[in-house]
């Protein structure tokens, strides 16, 4: 298993960040590489959809878990064997605030080599995701 996570406090109440991660339409201004983002119901656990990334082909993704307010994981199966998870979550600060948390998994057989090839992009893309997100949610 390969994972990296990212997380920042931020001087942003959790429902705006929230309201960014529950409307898929911003999706693509916060997470860099991505273009087109789609579902075939709704935001909840369960629901498939569909991710289109710079350069790649569309990749079918499950919602597994929505919880709402706080977060939500997407998994995408890579390979027969390889999956990738992504899990975005916010919670309240008890001064006021949030803290942003983001996170990306690689597990099955591949997924130590697949962190190799691309973990070094991969977490700099969820720190400047992380940024955009707040930015976009203020």
């Not at 201004?29 to 273009?35: A, R």
């Not at 948390?101 to 893309?125: C, P, R, Y």
Request: charged letters at 15%.
């Amino acid at each position: 298993m390969w994972q990296h996570e990212h997380s920042t406090d931020v001087d942003v109440a959790p429902a705006a960040v929230w309201a960014q991660y529950a409307n898929i339409d911003t999706w693509p201004t916060w997470n860099i590489g991505m273009l087109k983002v789609e579902l075939a119901g709704p935001f909840s656990t369960g629901t498939a959809g569909q991710v289109t990334s710079q350069g790649q082909p569309p990749a079918p993704f499950t919602l597994s878990d929505v919880t709402a307010g706080e977060g939500f994981t997407i998994d995408v199966q890579l390979t027969d064997e390889l999956v990738s998870r992504s899990d975005c979550r916010v919670r309240a600060l008890p001064g006021g605030g949030s803290r942003v948390t983001h996170s990306v998994e690689f597990s099955g057989a591949g997924s130590e080599q697949m962190g190799a090839a691309h973990g070094e992009a991969l977490a700099a893309n969820i720190a400047a995701g992380v940024q955009a997100l707040v930015k976009a949610a203020q």
